[in-house]
């Protein structure tokens, strides 16, 4: 048999050339290689929190309590959270510096001078090329790319004071750093993916060994206690790049002082607008754990609510610090936070005088109060004498509770030392008594007709009548318990405005009695709080809007 060639059909589609197709194919498996296949290793260097080794331009090294940390940022992202950051990166601030370095090394003539001529030195490998814009040597380039301006950061625990905390500098990078090269760059030589099948049984293993890695205790690094400069530091960064803080969220106590320090650092930095709303949402997820420790402590949280900028936390504190004024005076102004700003003080002063001249008006009226007659008349000895009685006693009673008892006659007077005259007030503040008023407002706001001038006071008071043999009488008993719970139920009427609760603790709770430690705001006579919380916030009445 004989065999013809083919002939070769020219109208059929053009190959392309060699070098395109490879380049085709070169260009798909460079697509494959960015997957990730079990049991290969990556190479690629780490472009997340806290290292961001494509894109970060912004080193910070904080170094304390013999413990390293280091980040690698964005100088965008930390401009736009912290004014610190924006004012020592600026263009403002890069000029001054800069003009400091060129003045360090200028001579007095004004030109850099060379190793042995007035006029600098031209090497001759600095000689370019104006055709291929790359040096005659071709070590350097013109055209290239722009060279990225870098930032380092340090702590400073030189030049501090004594109770001052270090605060990040500025320092040139220097080539051990993170931008020295320290992170390798991605390796040209890509390992070739594993078969399928080998695949496979190498991806069951370590899933296996993911699952028995879960039961394994944690390592001891973990488990290595981290310097509280540290944590703040790295919560401040974490903050910036919209991850939540690592802060304790069992213990309130703990959590306090956590946020406390994070707010202080968020201080120094100009970064409270950014750091607060974080520190509110942690805070108000323990709830009523929360409000039970701010009445414990207004002072305090009073200042965090206000560096937080947290409506909840600083109205709850406010309430609690205007019902005990002016007992939490010397707190707010010495204490760990800096000192209140003179808006929140002026706010406090004025929400007690709101307060007292409430209190004055309500107690005006509660001595006017009074009985009548079936007639419309007022009660009196000669119209209705037991009517009377029970007027005079419930003033008698109102009187003594809302005064401050007198001094005592017998007074044992100290010796005088030599510095007493010039510091006569040093003893004002420990001898205060808080006003029992709140506590005597709640007892007339009781719904209950015992909670004071009960049965068993008003039986001895009509015992101790000169006339008792014709006055103590079971029926003028009963009357005279029926019109002084007549009374009594005008009175709660009177103080109305004064029983409202504007806290966010519960006012129905009675757990832990009275007293300020107490847990709830009763609205009988044994729980609550011992002071008033009628005072409203208002939307305008928060300083920092």
Same mark, same amino acid.
């Given at each position: 048999?004989?065999?013809?060639?083919?002939?070769?059909?020219?109208?059929?589609?053009?190959?392309?050339?060699?070098?395109?197709?490879?380049?085709?194919?070169?260009?798909?498996?460079?697509?494959?290689?960015?997957?990730?296949?079990?049991?290969?290793?990556?190479?690629?260097?780490?472009?997340?929190? &806290?290292?961001?080794? !494509? @894109? =970060?331009?912004?080193?910070? %090294?904080?170094?304390?309590? *013999?413990?390293?940390?280091?980040?690698? +940022?964005?100088?965008?992202?930390?401009?736009?959270?912290?004014?610190?950051?924006?004012?020592?990166?600026?263009?403002?601030?890069?000029?001054?510096?800069?003009?400091?370095?060129?003045?360090?090394?200028?001579?007095?003539?004004?030109?850099?001078?060379?190793?042995?001529?007035?006029?600098?030195?031209?090497?001759?490998?600095?000689?370019?090329?104006?055709?291929?814009?790359?040096?005659?040597?071709?070590?350097?380039?013109?055209?290239?790319?722009?060279?990225?301006?870098?930032?380092?950061?340090?702590?400073?625990?030189?030049?501090?004071?004594?109770?001052?905390?270090?605060?990040?500098?500025?320092?040139?990078?220097?080539?051990?750093?993170?931008?020295?090269?320290?992170?390798?760059?991605?390796?040209?030589?890509?390992?070739? &993916?594993?078969?399928? !099948? @080998? =695949?496979?049984?190498?991806? %069951?293993?370590?899933?296996? *060994?993911?699952?028995?890695?879960?039961? +394994?205790?944690?390592?001891?690094?973990?488990?290595?206690?981290?310097?509280?400069?540290?944590?703040?530091?790295?919560?401040?960064?974490?903050?910036?790049?919209?991850?939540?803080?690592?802060?304790?969220?069992?213990?309130?106590?703990?959590?306090?002082?956590?946020?406390?320090?994070?707010?202080?650092?968020?201080?120094?930095?100009?970064?409270?607008?950014?750091?607060?709303?974080?520190?509110?949402?942690?805070?108000?997820?323990?709830?009523?754990?929360?409000?039970?420790?701010?009445?414990?402590?207004?002072?305090?949280?009073?200042?965090?609510?206000?560096?937080?900028?947290?409506?909840?936390?600083?109205?709850?504190?406010?309430?609690?610090?205007?019902?005990?004024?002016?007992?939490?005076?010397?707190?707010?102004?010495?204490?760990?936070?800096?000192?209140?700003?003179?808006?929140?003080?002026?706010?406090?002063?004025?929400?007690?005088?709101?307060?007292?001249?409430?209190?004055?008006?309500?107690?005006?009226?509660?001595?006017?109060?009074?009985?009548?007659?079936?007639?419309?008349?007022?009660?009196?000895?000669?119209?209705?004498?037991?009517?009377?009685?029970?007027?005079?006693?419930?003033?008698?009673?109102?009187?003594?509770?809302?005064?401050?008892?007198?001094?005592?006659?017998?007074?044992?007077?100290?010796?005088?030392?030599?510095?007493?005259?010039?510091?006569?007030?040093?003893?004002?503040?420990?001898?205060?008594?808080?006003?029992?008023?709140?506590?005597?407002?709640?007892?007339?706001?009781?719904?209950?007709?015992?909670?004071?001038?009960?049965?068993?006071?008003?039986?001895?008071?009509?015992?101790?009548?000169?006339?008792?043999?014709?006055?103590?009488?079971?029926?003028?008993?009963?009357?005279?318990?029926?019109?002084?719970?007549?009374?009594?139920?005008?009175?709660?009427?009177?103080?109305?405005?004064?029983?409202?609760?504007?806290?966010?603790?519960?006012?129905?709770?009675?757990?832990?009695?009275?007293?300020?430690?107490?847990?709830?705001?009763?609205?009988?006579?044994?729980?609550?709080?011992?002071?008033?919380?009628?005072?409203?916030?208002?939307?305008?009445?928060?300083?920092?809007?």
């Amino acid at each position: 048999m004989v065999s013809y060639p083919e002939s070769v059909d020219r109208t059929g589609p053009v190959q392309p050339p060699p070098s395109t197709s490879s380049r085709v194919s070169l260009s798909g498996r460079r697509h494959r290689y960015g997957r990730s296949h079990p049991g290969v290793s990556s190479r690629q260097p780490q472009n997340d929190f &806290p290292i961001f080794s !494509h @894109t =970060g331009d912004m080193e910070i %090294v904080i170094r304390a309590g *013999g413990q390293d940390r280091r980040y690698l +940022l964005h100088r965008l992202i930390l401009a736009q959270c912290s004014g610190f950051f924006e004012a020592s990166t600026s263009e403002e601030w890069s000029r001054v510096q800069t003009q400091g370095e060129m003045q360090a090394e200028v001579g007095p003539v004004g030109l850099l001078l060379g190793p042995e001529r007035g006029l600098p030195d031209i090497q001759e490998d600095e000689l370019r090329s104006p055709w291929s814009g790359s040096t005659v040597s071709g070590t350097r380039s013109v055209c290239g790319p722009p060279v990225k301006k870098r930032w380092r950061y340090e702590l400073d625990w030189e030049n501090m004071g004594g109770e001052e905390e270090p605060i990040l500098v500025q320092k040139p990078p220097s080539p051990d750093t993170i931008f020295g090269g320290d992170v390798a760059p991605p390796s040209s030589s890509i390992t070739k &993916p594993a078969a399928p !099948h @080998t =695949g496979f049984f190498r991806s %069951v293993a370590n899933l296996a *060994g993911m699952k028995s890695a879960v039961r +394994l205790p944690q390592s001891s690094a973990e488990d290595a206690v981290v310097d509280p400069l540290i944590r703040d530091y790295d919560n401040l960064f974490r903050i910036f790049y919209n991850y939540p803080p690592i802060l304790n969220s069992m213990n309130i106590a703990t959590a306090y002082a956590e946020c406390k320090s994070l707010l202080n650092l968020a201080d120094m930095y100009d970064a409270l607008l950014v750091v607060g709303p974080r520190i509110d949402h942690h805070l108000l997820r323990f709830s009523s754990r929360l409000f039970k420790q701010i009445a414990k402590y207004p002072p305090s949280y009073l200042k965090l609510g206000y560096l937080a900028r947290s409506r909840v936390i600083f109205s709850e504190a406010l309430i609690h610090v205007v019902g005990q004024w002016p007992t939490a005076l010397p707190h707010l102004r010495n204490g760990s936070f800096s000192p209140l700003s003179d808006a929140v003080l002026r706010l406090i002063e004025d929400k007690v005088d709101d307060l007292e001249d409430l209190k004055a008006r309500v107690e005006a009226k509660l001595f006017r109060l009074t009985l009548t007659t079936s007639k419309g008349e007022r009660v009196s000895p000669s119209n209705a004498y037991l009517d009377w009685l029970t007027v005079s006693l419930f003033r008698q009673w109102l009187v003594e509770n809302t005064t401050p008892p007198p001094p005592p006659v017998l007074k044992s007077t100290p010796q005088r030392s030599q510095g007493s005259n010039n510091h006569p007030e040093q003893g004002a503040p420990s001898s205060y008594v808080p006003s029992p008023s709140g506590r005597v407002y709640r007892l007339l706001g009781s719904t209950s007709t015992q909670a004071y001038l009960s049965h068993d006071e008003l039986k001895r008071f009509l015992k101790l009548h000169p006339t008792s043999d014709s006055l103590y009488t079971r029926e003028n008993l009963k009357r005279f318990e029926r019109k002084m719970d007549e009374i009594k139920r005008l009175a709660r009427d009177l103080v109305k405005p004064l029983m409202r609760n504007f806290l966010e603790l519960d006012s129905k709770s009675s757990e832990g009695g009275g007293g300020s430690g107490g847990s709830g705001v009763s609205d009988g006579a044994v729980g609550g709080l011992p002071y008033l919380t009628c005072t409203r916030v208002e939307e305008a009445d928060y300083p920092w809007d």
